[in-house]
């Protein structure tokens, strides 16, 4: 990256706290008033992704039309990729401005998944990405599209669902960029743009990771865990859009490294409260995390010992990667870790206060 750019960065995210702040001890602002399955004892303001997601996409439009600072941001000169990445910003609004407006008027499961639903299938079939099935299944055009917007849809409300302790959700993600970094090393290594997009995404959530260490002052609300979902989700789409001599194709399979505990506990807990025949979209605390916070441990506890289980993924992937193992034994082995290390977490952290 050219010399400037941290400058840029740094003055990025003074603006970021400044903003942030602004908000935190100002008196207007959508507050969470904590109830029986909250996490939170005070009244605590949310909907912080309206301040750095509009912060995020602001910057990353003056880095694609400042000819200076456009050498930092690495895209293609293609017309057709070049709006392929617009669609992605508009995408990302689309979903801050919904996740706003259920943050304010609590809209209806229904008409928030048909919603949801749309963006994403206008996304697909505009953008029209390369992706394999397992590295060997490539499905029709129309099927495809279905399955990978009612994937993406899924993945983008299971973001949601583990925005529910500080700092969980931002470190999560923080940790599995580096998954992403050895899964496809081409697109999001220095100087290519994924990585910039990451950099500047986490440099514009700066002031809302400040005051959200626990014990939170801020929290993202879904305006800003929604737009977060769809931005972590569709990003590795682009993957096969980049044409060079490393280019290479996306496997649906490879989003398993991106959050591995958040795939896990979701899923679980969603099978769980299923066959319980318990409201599948209610707030509760059954989740694993929310388990572990109930206990002696509480929230650092907690964050700790996720970061750590990201962590230990994160390196088996990078062993793993780096001996030239095949990408299915890759993640065999990451997967039964995964689920061996989950289960043992639930198996020894125990039940109490569930909704």
């Keep these: 990256m050219v010399s400037f750019f941290p400058p840029i960065l740094a003055i990025l995210a003074v ?24 996490l939170h004892d005070v009244v605590t303001k949310k909907s912080g992704g309206m301040f750095f997601i509009p912060l995020f996409l602001l910057s990353v439009i003056a880095f694609l039309f400042c000819s200076q600072l456009g050498k930092s941001l690495p895209l293609s000169q293609d017309s057709a990729q070049r709006m ?48 394999t099935y397992f590295g060997l299944i490539s499905l029709p055009k129309p099927i495809y599209i279905f399955v990978l917007t009612v994937f993406l849809v899924f993945a ?29 090393p081409h697109f999001y290594v220095t100087d290519h743009f994924g990585y910039s997009l990451y950099v500047i995404l986490f440099v514009s959530m700066f002031g809302f990771i400040f005051y959200n260490f626990p014990k ?23 993957v096969g859009k980049e044409k060079g001599p490393d280019s290479e194709i996306w496997d649906i399979t490879s989003y398993f490294y991106l959050f591995p505990y958040f795939w896990l506990d979701g899923v679980f807990t969603l099978i769980k409260r299923f066959f319980q025949k318990k409201h599948l979209f209610s707030a509760h605390r059954e989740h694993l995390f ?21 962590l230990t993924i994160v390196c088996i992937h990078f062993v793993l990667k780096f001996n030239n193992l095949s990408n299915l ?4 082995v990451i997967f039964l870790f995964s689920v061996l290390s989950y289960g043992l977490l639930w198996a020894f952290v125990p039940r109490k206060n569930l909704a």
């Design 216 to 238: 939170a002052k801020l929290f993202m609300g879904d305006s800003g865990s929604l737009a977060l979902g769809f931005l972590v989700m569709a990003l590795p789409l682009f």
């Design 290 to 310: 929310q388990r572990i916070t109930e206990t002696k441990l509480g929230k650092i506890g907690t964050l700790v010992i996720f970061s750590l289980l990201n």
């Design 84 to 131: 392929d990445v617009y669609l992605l910003l508009a995408g990302v609004l689309i979903f801050c401005i919904l996740g706003f407006v259920d943050d304010l008027y609590h809209l209806s499961p229904k008409l928030r998944l048909f919603l949801e639903l749309s963006v994403v299938a206008v996304f697909l079939v505009w953008m029209n990405p390369e992706i």
């Design 15 to 38: 603006l970021s706290l400044i903003l942030h702040t602004f908000y935190v001890y100002s008196r207007f602002g959508v507050k969470d008033v904590p109830n029986e399955r909250s």
């Design 329 to 332: 034994f890759t993640l065999v």
């Design 156 to 184: 983008v409300n299971l973001v949601n669902f583990m925005d529910g302790m500080d700092w969980y959700l931002v470190t999560t993600l923080f940790i599995s960029f580096f998954s992403l970094a050895i899964a496809s």
